[in-house]
C-alpha cells in the first residue's frame, strides 16, 4: 500500500482494527484511547470528534494538539521497518502507533507503553 493511500485513509477505518487487536488479547478501548491521546495531546472528547468526522489519517495527525515529544523513544520493528528509521513523519507517526498498539496487544504495561518508566 503507497504512503498516500495509507495517508488519505480515515482514522476512523483504521481505529476498529486497533480496538479489535488489543480486545482479541484481552485489552480495552479505553486502552486504545489512552495510547492515542498521549502519543497526540487529543482529548478523549477531540479524538472522539475526529472519529465522527471519519478525518484521513493525514488530517488526524496534522492536526494533533501536542505530539507528544517523548514518541521518539519508541523503538522496534514495524512490518519489517525500523520506526526509528523512517524519515517521513506523518508516516513514522503512523508506524509509533501501530508499534504502541502491538506492544498493547502483546501485554506490555501501560506505563512501558507510554514511555514513563
Known amino acids: ?3 498516500h493511500r495509507i495517508f488519505s485513509m480515515s482514522f476512523a477505518s483504521v481505529y476498529p482494527h486497533y480496538v479489535a487487536k488489543a480486545e482479541k488479547k484481552g485489552r480495552t478501548r479505553a486502552e ?3 495510547i492515542i491521546r498521549w502519543l497526540t495531546g ?3 472528547k477531540g479524538l472522539e470528534a475526529e472519529l465522527e468526522k471519519k478525518s484521513s489519517f493525514e488530517d488526524f495527525l496534522r492536526r494533533a494538539p501536542r ?3 517523548s514518541r521518539n523513544l519508541i523503538t522496534g520493528l514495524v512490518c519489517g521497518v525500523r520506526v526509528e528509521d523512517i524519515e517521513d ?3 513514522q507517526d503512523i508506524r509509533y502507533l501501530d ?3 502491538d506492544e498493547l496487544a502483546r ?3 501501560m506505563e512501558k ?3 514513563a518508566h
Do not use: S
Request: glycine share 4%; aromatic share 4%.
Open 1 to 3: 500500500m503507497t504512503q
Open 99 to 101: 508499534k504502541l498498539i
Open 42 to 44: 487529543y482529548t478523549q
Open 113 to 115: 507503553i507510554l514511555r
Open 67 to 69: 505530539p507528544n515529544p
Open 32 to 34: 486504545v484511547d489512552e
Open 89 to 91: 513523519p506523518l508516516m
Open 107 to 109: 501485554g506490555k504495561a
